[in-house]
């Protein structure tokens, strides 16, 4: 039989396995035999598995598992009950290539037996998810699950369980950890993944160590990918240096250089600048959010990274603070002006103001514009805010190699688009933005049901429909 | 500039070295033999399936070479198969998969992807009756193996 000799070449199974979700692998393995064989590793290699609860069994008084799911009614309720659910995770741990669940008890029994991690993530799958437990199913569970952490004065279990995950698991290569709950413990883990050689991408949620960040540089080099977000209790030391004397040009020893690409670190710290002066080899940043005060440090210190002959940024995102922009345009336009040689993405949040387009984009370089593919700008809310930004459309007419132009939260007045000339038509592929008419009246346009009189130009494009397409309004068009 | 092909059952197949030289395999082969005309023995692929490899590289015949896209999300293109490469995969489903077997040892990755896509979707969506079926395949579990089955696995799909 054909069928026999095919799913006899591992790799002919997994180019059809690409094509299918888990639900069909566990119809798969159903099959008979052979397809059991087949399917059941296709199955395993790919876990994610949000809400997976081992524990509440050790609570005094019944808690009702299968109210909190119905999976969980047929799940091994005990480690002493064999066979049923969650338990095969064991037979077939080494199977298991990529776990994401969303507390660390899952976590704790899903990698137990997992020896060929490559991927690992801790992240929440609905707002409801807490890090570190399985959710309540009731008041009786709520009062035990207290009980029980509070048994766990230093959070050894979390720590501990990244730490023997990872120590098991050395060819992992991303990593997304909650460190909310590890306080020093969080150095024991950053020690753990300075040994897996493979390791690129590491995402930290919730650091609060003041250190994290130098450690992870001092002892990961190895990585290409770091994005964190800061947990509340984030203290603003590090060591060494002082917020109130922060210079740009201040040329104390910051630690040696990383092969960090993409970068992407939500804090509003003061000592992000010396973090990003690590990082030569950039291809893509997302600067955080932060005040203009520390905004234009870091500015400066991606344009004196720019010096490097090295480099290649491609993608910067930024989000702007300042209520108005007009005092920094130069700096704003240095920004980008530096990046010329590489940059083809641009994102701007510009959450004041309506000013970019006015006020920052006549002093960009040419340069900039010529090697532009994607431009995405996301102003104020345009619900209450009903003024619309002008001279975005600009950037239609000044890049020929645009390939993305997406504009929200705010609305290009109609005449505006309507007598841009637009240069990238052989390139654009993909419009999104909000019409309105003067009075602040709006429809969006989406391609490719753009409005008459602009066809000449877009008719030329090839824009396919990426989202659902709303008409625009005809009126405000004719208008 | 033809190049004459030989199936495993001995018939010969004339076609022009643009078409033959979709498969990566008999492109490398006529490298290495350089200028011959001698014929090229395929001894893993029979002619009735042959006929249909041909048919599909004459269609494909001035497609761009495929890039690989490491970037892409497999799962996203299950559907978009072309018009005339989903009629071509109407065939019976011994011969869908004698086609895949050689797409793979000829190297010819775009149908190699269209054969198993079109396996995949297929696959998509039936039960286990179903996919027996479709493919004559003989059930050697027993009904209680196939439900433990069911129960023991059900939970790793996603949540």
Not at chain 1, 343 to 371: C, E, N, Q
Not at chain 1, 428 to 434: F, G, M, Q, R
């Amino acid at each position: 039989m054909s069928s026999d000799r095919l799913l006899e070449i591992p790799e002919l199974v997994s180019l059809i396995g690409q094509h299918l979700d888990q639900h069909d692998f566990t119809v798969c393995i159903r099959v008979c035999r052979a397809w059991f064989d087949v399917f059941t590793p296709l199955l395993y290699h790919t876990i994610a598995v949000y809400e997976f609860d081992l524990y509440s069994h050790k609570f005094e008084g019944a808690t009702s598992r299968s109210r909190r799911s119905f999976k969980n009614a047929s799940l091994a309720s005990s480690d002493e009950d064999p066979g049923c659910g969650g338990s095969m995770v064991y037979k077939y741990g080494h199977l298991i290539h990529s776990i994401t669940s969303s507390n660390i008890h899952a976590l704790t029994y899903l990698g137990e037996q997992a020896v060929n991690l490559t991927h690992v993530a801790i992240r929440r799958s609905s707002i409801d998810d807490v890090l570190y437990r399985p959710l309540y199913a009731d008041d009786t569970e709520k009062l035990n699950w207290s009980q029980y952490w509070a048994e766990i004065q230093d959070r050894e279990l979390i720590i501990s369980t990244w730490v023997a995950l990872i120590d098991r698991n050395p060819g992992l290569k991303s990593v997304r950890v909650d460190l909310s709950h590890c306080c020093s413990g969080t150095e024991r883990i950053i020690h753990a993944l300075a040994k897996c050689e493979h390791l690129e991408d590491v995402y930290l949620s919730s650091m609060v160590e003041p250190n994290t960040l130098e450690m992870m540089l001092d002892h990961c080099p190895q990585i290409l990918s770091l994005s964190t977000t800061c947990g509340t209790q984030t203290t603003t030391k590090v060591p060494g240096f002082r917020h109130q004397t922060f210079r740009a040009e201040s040329k104390g020893n910051v630690g040696a250089s990383t092969k960090i690409r993409h970068f992407d670190i939500r804090t509003h710290e003061p000592w992000i600048p010396y973090v990003l002066r690590r990082c030569p080899d950039l291809l893509s940043l997302i600067l955080p959010s932060v005040g203009m005060d520390i905004f234009i440090v870091l500015a400066q210190e991606v344009i004196t990274l720019s010096l490097s002959k090295f480099f290649r940024l491609r993608s910067l995102e930024l989000t702007l603070q300042a209520s108005s922009i007009q005092t920094h345009k130069i700096l704003l336009a240095t920004l980008f002006n530096s990046c010329s040689a590489s940059l083809t993405a641009m994102t701007i949040t510009d959450t004041f103001g309506h000013d970019f387009g006015k006020v920052v984009i006549p002093h960009i370089d040419p340069l900039v514009w010529s090697r532009l593919e994607e431009f995405h700008y996301t102003g104020r809310d345009f619900d209450k805010h009903k003024t619309p930004s002008y001279h975005l459309c600009r950037v239609l007419a000044l890049c020929p190699n645009l390939r993305v132009f997406e504009i929200s939260m705010t609305m290009i007045t109609a005449s505006e688009f309507l007598t841009t000339p637009f240069v990238c038509s052989q390139t654009l592929a993909s419009l999104k933005l909000t019409v309105c008419n003067t009075n602040g009246d709006h429809g969006t346009v989406r391609a490719p049901n753009y409005p008459a009189t602009a066809a000449t130009s877009l008719a030329r494009t090839p824009l396919y429909a990426t989202t659902t397409t709303t008409q625009p309004d005809p009126v405000l068009l004719s208008g | 500039m033809p190049v004459i092909l030989v199936s495993s059952d001995n018939q010969d197949f004339k076609v022009d070295k643009e078409v033959a030289e979709r498969s990566i395999l008999i492109k490398n082969m006529l490298e290495d033999v350089g200028e011959s005309d001698s014929p090229i023995p395929l001894p893993n692929v029979t002619a009735a399936v042959l006929t249909k490899v041909i048919e599909y590289c004459e269609h494909h015949r001035n497609d761009p070479v495929q890039v690989p896209e490491e970037t892409d999300d497999p799962r996203k293109r299950s559907n978009d198969i072309e018009e005339w490469d989903m009629k071509f995969m109407q065939v019976d489903q011994e011969m869908l998969f004698e086609i895949i077997l050689a797409a793979n040892y000829l190297d010819i990755k775009p149908l190699l992807d269209v054969g198993c896509k079109t396996v995949a979707n297929i696959i998509k969506g039936k039960t286990p009756e179903e996919i027996r079926k479709a493919f004559n395949i003989v059930n050697d579990f027993t009904p209680e193996e196939e439900a433990q089955i069911k129960k023991e696995n059900e939970w790793a799909e996603d949540r």
